[in-house]
Every structure is written in structure tokens, then in C-alpha cells.
């Protein structure tokens, strides 16, 4: 998750050596700097952790969720706080990791042009449970949407009955 600090007065290699020692990570110099090259994280590898911009910490999480090769990757808005061109970047980066590793993801996120671009299921849920599941493109055809945005705001605006609620209508301007 980007949102859980690691120790701000470590730099970032040294964030990134005390988790490679934790999975015993073999020649942790060299995954750290392919790490670091991937990621765009090689020009503050020795900056303290807690100097970062928000969006360098979110890259220098996922590296440390990276760092063992994990072949499960949980990932909780791994693009929070990115611009858009480093976000695409990065769920370009996680595609390709999932495929040349064959590792499988479970991602928790808002951002529905993430979840198209990085999930085959979906589940979509609403005050905790699911209320649909499905491939992005099925549920952007069962709903008659045009991308999974409109089905996030479809579903989450529905009520309990299946009804549209209010929220669903335009904004009226205010006088």
C-alpha cells in the first residue's frame, strides 16, 4: 500500500536491503538496482525515505512489494498520487511483470482505468459486499456503459431495490 510509510530516516536502498534480507532475496545489489532502473527510482536511491515526493514513495513501495518476486502481488491504489503518464508506466510495468512471472494480482482500487487495464475479474462491491463481478468488458456491456467508470458510478448509485437513486440524474447548476 502507498499509504504505509517505511522508516523515513533510511534511504531508499536501505528500505529496499532490510526487505530483501527479510525474503532472503539472492544478490540483493543487483535486484535492488534493476529495481530502481524499472521503476525510475535510481536518482534518489540514496535519498532519505521521508524527502520523497508522494509519488516517488508510491514507486518505492511497489519496489519494496517486488523486491522478492513475489508470484502473489497484493496491491492496495498502486498508483495513488502518480501523474498520469508515470501511472500508466507503472500499470504497463505490473502487466508485464504479471505475465514474465507469472504471477497473479489482487488489486484494491477507485480508479477504474486501472482496474480495466490490469484485471481479467472484477468483483464490485458496495457497503462491503459484491454486488457484481465479472470481466471489465462483460460488465461494461451488461450495463450498457461505456468503461468501467460508468458502471462504478451505475452500481454505486444504485439503490438496495436496483433503482437508480438521485445521484444518478445531472447536477442541476445552483441559482
Do not use: W
Not at 77 to 93: F, G, I, N, V
Not at 101 to 113: F, I, P, V
Request: net charge neutral.
Amino acid at each position: 500500500s502507498p499509504y504505509v510509510d517505511l522508516p523515513r530516516r533510511l534511504s531508499v536502498r536501505q528500505n529496499l536491503r532490510v526487505y530483501a534480507r527479510l525474503y532472503n532475496v539472492p544478490d540483493v545489489d543487483a535486484r535492488i538496482a534493476s529495481l530502481a532502473l524499472d521503476l525510475q527510482i535510481d536518482e534518489f536511491l540514496d535519498r532519505p525515505y521521508g524527502r520523497l515526493s508522494a509519488g516517488q514513495q508510491t514507486r518505492v513501495s511497489l519496489a519494496k512489494a517486488l523486491i522478492n518476486r513475489p508470484r502473489v502481488l497484493l496491491l492496495d491504489e498502486p498508483t495513488a498520487s502518480l501523474d498520469p503518464d508515470t501511472a500508466d508506466r507503472l500499470r504497463r510495468y505490473i502487466q508485464a511483470y504479471c505475465r514474465d512471472e507469472g504471477a497473479t494480482l489482487l488489486l484494491a482500487s477507485h480508479n477504474m482505468r486501472e482496474v480495466e487495464a490490469l484485471c481479467d475479474n472484477v468483483l464490485m462491491m458496495k457497503k462491503g459486499r459484491v454486488v457484481d463481478q465479472g470481466h471489465p468488458a462483460a460488465l461494461v456491456e451488461k450495463y450498457g456503459r461505456r468503461d468501467m467508470e460508468e458502471v462504478f458510478l451505475h452500481l454505486a448509485r444504485r439503490d438496495e431495490t436496483g433503482a437508480a437513486d438521485n445521484a444518478e440524474r445531472p447536477l442541476e447548476p445552483v441559482p
